[in-house]
């Protein structure tokens, strides 16, 4: 039913253009869409517009176009499609060019075979080329009974022509209507139906900036819904779960063993949890792909598979077996912290479960993060809390929370080769990254792991990288490297040299080359964070150090940085540690002021050296 949102599906990730050089991969051309929605909540959709081709990207990512659907709900027909070129000439997509493919994800999955892909190839593409597309979608039936919604946001960083919307919709359905940008508006009311028409123009184009939030939280859009409210979304979607929720003997018996040797509540939780975590396997397909309801906990549970939907289903019926409530809480994964005025699915893209008892949220699709962690995309969001009736928002990531703990001790030979081991600890959302990134590299080679991080921080060299096992979620997770690094400056003296980095999980130094932009338009994500560094570096016997790096304490804003050195003998103890304290996910205004200022106090600090003789 959503398909329009392909013309948006190739946004690519500019790093920083000047407004002035930027060019989009594409153009949206004219386009016109009507939906015509019945009494009972069944549409009648028709689309016709053109995408132009503006750069080699726009050809590799729209040359050919593709959208899901769900076919339980809706037939979905093209009926002309085209390549159009500068010169006029026009060349008709082939009916062999015009495909219907099944999910990439259900093959030999009939849980997921409700997906659906239409891929339209064209002909003949070419910078300029114009990319015509007329469709026609039914849908017999409404993601949820009796209920029509729809949202369309328009990025700034697209140019569009002339963009029309009609919604005819019939007055026994309540609609609601809500834009910011567009022009337009009811324009007729005639044969028990109100005809609302809206239009939209945008001449410029903008570049997407590094850390930008998605541009649904700021971006014109038009937003129509027969929801009174967000609570009553949510309520018709805990309508499709409470029956899925079933405690069989099956899942009765496994709630049993899992929680054997638990006693108390939290403990109880963190059991079903970990073990939802670590055996049913994430499918990843989005809140509305293949349906808005899950399959019952006693299928999901036998396939050992699910999306998120399905993953709250087997979760809360392990914990119902244990006499211990949950919801179902509806909630955006990626970089959108608001909701619309009005209850869409946009930009509700996920599914994860809260406990009131505990007053804790739980993402089980998130296969790497410990009990008591979400991943930094879920946290301070607003929720649906769908059998609660009542909103409700995650926690925001904290400083003392989320931090990674370093510890390098660095030995340097005569010839000024380095030897040296680390160790790497962390907590909060680094979980979700770090096990991550962990487990994909298992079986990989370890000297070229090595040269990679040490690469990362202008370091050559090789050695070994050891790690607790990522998907244990019981225990902390810790690195542990030994490393040899190439000489960085000449030995015997005199000579110089920075705080070498080695083989860490990240480190102050990353922030370091991580250079403010002068301004944003905008608003941008932050994270707190806390990055604690311990290194003791041993000279040559013998060396005289002549010289060591000043101390550093700045604080302003929500930056606090330390470093500290020492010298004892021919050794030098470094300290560093940086904290970024934000109240939520979006940065506060001035924030990037401060960042400007931050950095150049830390490239000084990272440039100073020790002097030695």
Not at 179 to 197: C, T, W
Not at 355 to 375: E, K, V
Not at 584 to 606: H, S
Request: glycine letters at 6%; a neutral charge; aromatic letters at 10%.
């Amino acid at each position: 039913m959503k398909y329009i949102n392909v013309l948006l599906s190739a946004l690519l990730l500019i790093s920083h253009l000047s407004y002035a050089d930027y060019r989009p991969p594409v153009s949206i051309g004219e386009s016109k869409e009507t939906w015509i929605v019945n009494a009972d909540a069944s549409v009648i959709q028709t689309d016709e517009s053109f995408i132009q081709i503006e750069t080699q990207k726009g050809i590799d990512n729209n040359g050919q176009r593709s959208f899901s659907y769900n076919s339980k709900l809706e037939k979905v027909e093209v009926i002309d499609a085209y390549t159009l070129q500068p010169d006029g000439t026009k060349i008709k997509v082939p009916k062999d060019a015009i495909r219907t493919t099944g999910d990439s994800v259900s093959d030999g999955a009939p849980m997921f075979s409700e997906t659906k892909y239409k891929v339209v190839v064209y002909p003949n593409v070419k910078i300029g080329s114009r990319l015509f597309l007329k469709m026609r979608s039914i849908q017999h039936t409404p993601e949820f009974k009796g209920q029509f919604f729809y949202s369309q946001h328009f990025s700034p960083h697209y140019k569009y022509s002339k963009q029309e919307i009609n919604i005819i919709v019939s007055d026994k359905l309540p609609l609601q209507v809500d834009s910011k940008g567009l022009d337009g508006g009811l324009i007729n009311q005639k044969n028990h139906q109100k005809h609302y028409q809206y239009s939209f123009t945008q001449d410029s184009a903008e570049p997407v900036e590094t850390y930008e939030v998605e541009s649904e939280d700021f971006s014109p859009y038009l937003i129509a819904s027969t929801f009174k409210d967000q609570i009553e979304l949510g309520d018709a979607y805990e309508k499709g779960v409470a029956s899925k929720i079933k405690i069989t003997p099956t899942i009765q018996k496994l709630a049993d063993e899992l929680t054997s040797d638990k006693a108390g509540q939290k403990q109880q939780v963190e059991a079903l949890y970990n073990w939802v975590s670590k055996n049913i396997r994430y499918v990843a397909i989005y809140l509305g792909h293949g349906g808005v309801v899950p399959h019952d906990a006693e299928t999901i549970l036998k396939n050992q598979y699910g999306d998120c939907k399905d993953h709250t289903v087997i979760l809360a019926a392990l914990l119902k077996a244990k006499g211990i409530e949950s919801s179902s809480a509806l909630i955006n994964l990626g970089e959108s912290y608001t909701l619309p005025k009005l209850a869409v699915l946009t930009p509700q893209n996920h599914v994860i479960n809260y406990i009131p008892s505990l007053n804790i949220y739980l993402d089980s699709t998130a296969q790497f993060a410990p009990y008591g962690t979400l991943p930094f995309e879920d946290m301070d969001k607003p929720v649906i809390l769908t059998s609660l009736g009542k909103m409700g928002r995650t926690p925001a990531a904290g400083p003392n929370e989320n931090m990674i703990k370093t510890v390098v001790n660095i030995d340097i030979d005569k010839d000024g080769t380095m030897h040296g081991k680390s160790r790497s600890s962390l907590t909060g959302y680094f979980n979700e990254i770090y096990r991550a990134s962990e487990s994909n590299d298992q079986g990989a080679d370890d000297n070229d792991r090595v040269r990679r991080r040490l690469r990362s921080f202008g370091e050559t060299g090789g050695g070994m990288i050891s790690a607790s096992d990522p998907t244990d979620l019981t225990t902390p997770f810790a690195e542990y490297a030994s490393f040899q690094i190439d000489p960085k400056s000449n030995f015997p003296g005199p000579g110089a040299i920075t705080i070498p980095v080695g083989v860490v999980l990240t480190s102050v130094t990353s922030v370091g080359r991580d250079k403010p932009a002068n301004n944003y338009r905008f608003p941008q994500v932050c994270y707190s964070r806390t990055l604690v560094e311990n290194y003791t570096i041993s000279l040559p016997k013998g060396t005289k150090i002549t010289n060591i790096p000043s101390n550093v304490n700045y604080l302003k804003g929500s930056i606090n940085y330390r470093a500290i050195y020492k010298r004892d003998g021919d050794k030098i103890y470094a300290f560093r540690a940086l904290k970024m304290n934000h109240t939520n996910g979006i940065c506060q205004a001035g924030f990037n002021e401060e960042k400007k200022d931050f950095f150049k106090v830390l490239q000084r600090d990272l440039r100073a050296q020790i002097f030695y003789e």
